[in-house]
């Protein structure tokens, strides 16, 4: 039935991508975020939906369909840096250890999203757009924990996040809603429609309380980070706090003692055999850089069991980190800088710490533009503050799971500078 | 309930479609009434004199 259905809104999907490229543009996006593929059983489950709204995104855009969509290609230092980041793990992935099963799945995936990226500042040119490509963000991402949300609250907080193979873990399910949740906050800000804002008002509520169904420790820690920032940020910061506290309130009731029991272990950490062993795989990692500071041993190298032997008791930046016990498999790098030094050297990880860096700059230029150009422009040094939110609990959960390549901090980052180029050219036109 | 919430997925990105298509119809110049103009402008004012490259 669910592939009928999604048979039925496929023949206007592929109508309204041919006629305008940035509604392609949006499918292409919106597919990869909320993962069709694994919501349908029947005969729809096998379309490559990313890859033909990718093409056909790509062919009417060149073919100039006299939507507002120009094609003009304007340098900028996110692109650099993405493009940095590619051509270098393009390398690192053909110098890589034999037999890694997913190295050049990975670095695949990475000049995808990079590919998706380098177009937005080309299309998404004016706010409208904007503001179409952060509710496709919201639609594509929320979905994951909309149902989990709604599960843990009518099951009285029993339910646990069900996760599919796209986001790996509940970790990782965690983070991802965390990144949404400061987006959402920007739609209800500024969205005209009473009821379209009290939507993402309680959808809001549902994420955190399916940030909770995920029963993370990272996801929780996120929470905190995400809550600080989104007062810090936020030009309301009664209403930020208020929020906060009906979603703690929501949390206290609702929660079941085994998740509070579970959270409580955070603070015992280093007598933990699963954070112990996240060290370990820091420890590793760190040393396969060391090995090759320039290239990195490939992507996901650390997982490969042969690699991990070789380099278990090797000189590591890590060493004195006194904890051994045998594996019996090589477990994940657990951190998103670890799991890019281990990959791509020191190199790698300083291209990826600069790509971070950049997008914070960014951020401020924003904020700085939307001041400069005045009334009616708050709005984009706003979606600046709540995407650095975003990138935040990317950066704090990120730090203790192997996140480096999902698509979604890629994505925010390039929208800053979107919302940068649309303030400049704002700025540029005042100027003349 | 899955079911449900997948249909009103797609629904809700049929409606993005849909106003992002009369937009682009539009030379990309009408807003479709998705958003607020809602600002704070005492916050706006320009420092005189002030550079957008920092």
Same mark, same amino acid.
């Given at each position: ?25 949006? @499918? ?149 809603? @965390? ?62 706090? @208020? ?35 996240? #060290? ?66 020191? #190199? ?85 | ?10 629904? +809700? ?16 110049? +009408? ?22 490259? +920092?």
């Amino acid at each position: 039935m669910r592939d009928l259905v999604m048979l039925g809104f496929m023949l206007p999907f592929v109508a309204l991508a041919f006629l305008s490229p940035f509604a392609g543009y949006l @499918l292409w996006g919106w597919c990869g975020l909320v993962a069709l593929n694994f919501y349908l059983f029947g005969f729809m489950q096998g379309v490559p939906y990313v890859q033909v709204f990718a093409l056909i995104t790509l062919v009417s855009a060149l073919m100039q369909r006299g939507d507002g969509t120009t094609l003009q290609l304007r340098g900028n230092p996110t692109f650099y840096w993405m493009l940095v980041f590619v051509v270098h793990g393009l390398v690192c992935a053909t110098l890589a250890y034999p037999d890694l099963p997913r190295n050049w799945e990975l670095w695949g995936n990475v000049a995808k999203t990079a590919l998706f990226c380098s177009l937005m500042p080309l299309l998404a040119t004016n706010r409208f757009r904007i503001h179409a490509l952060v509710l496709m963000i919201a639609i594509g991402t929320s979905f994951h924990g909309v149902l989990d949300g709604l599960k843990f609250l009518s099951s009285g907080g029993a339910h646990r996040a069900q996760v599919i193979a796209k986001f790996g873990d509940n970790n990782h399910l965690a983070m991802v809603l @965390l990144m949404v949740i400061p987006l959402l906050y920007y739609l209800y800000t500024y969205s005209k429609v009473l009821w379209v804002r009290m939507a993402f008002l309680g959808t809001i509520l549902l994420m955190v309380l399916a940030v909770v169904a995920t029963n993370s420790r990272g996801g929780l820690l996120g929470l905190f980070a995400v809550a600080i920032w989104l007062v810090y940020r936020s030009r309301r910061r009664f209403l930020g706090a @208020l929020l906060i506290a009906a979603s703690a309130y929501l949390v206290i009731l609702l929660a079941p003692s085994s998740w509070t029991e579970r959270m409580d272990t955070i603070q015992a950490a280093e007598e933990d055999a699963s954070f112990m062993g996240r #060290v370990v795989a820091w420890r590793v990692s760190a040393a396969i850089a060391q090995e090759h500071p320039v290239f990195g041993g490939g992507f996901r190298a650390v997982q490969s069991f042969p690699v991990w032997k070789q380099f278990q008791n090797a000189p590591s930046l890590l060493g004195f980190v006194d904890y051994h016990r045998e594996f019996s498999y090589a477990p994940a790098a657990h951190s998103i800088w670890f799991e890019v030094l281990g990959d791509q050297g020191f #190199v790698g990880l300083a291209i990826f710490i600069a790509l971070i860096a950049n997008a914070f700059r960014v951020a401020m230029a924003v904020r700085r533009l939307a001041r400069l150009n005045g009334a009616g422009q708050q709005w984009a040094a706003d979606l600046g503050n709540m995407l650095t939110v975003a990138l935040v609990a990317y950066v704090v959960t990120g730090s203790a799971l192997s996140a480096a390549y999902f698509e979604l901090p890629y994505v925010c980052m390039m929208l800053l500078e979107t919302v940068r180029q649309h303030q400049l050219r704002m700025y540029e036109s005042r100027q003349a | 309930m899955e079911g449900l919430l997948f249909v009103f997925e797609l629904v +809700a990105m049929l409606l993005l479609l849909w106003s992002v298509f009369k937009e682009g119809r539009s030379g990309g110049t +009408a807003d479709q009434g998705i958003f607020s103009y809602r600002e704070n402008l005492t916050k706006n004012n320009p420092p005189k004199g002030s550079s957008p490259h +920092a």
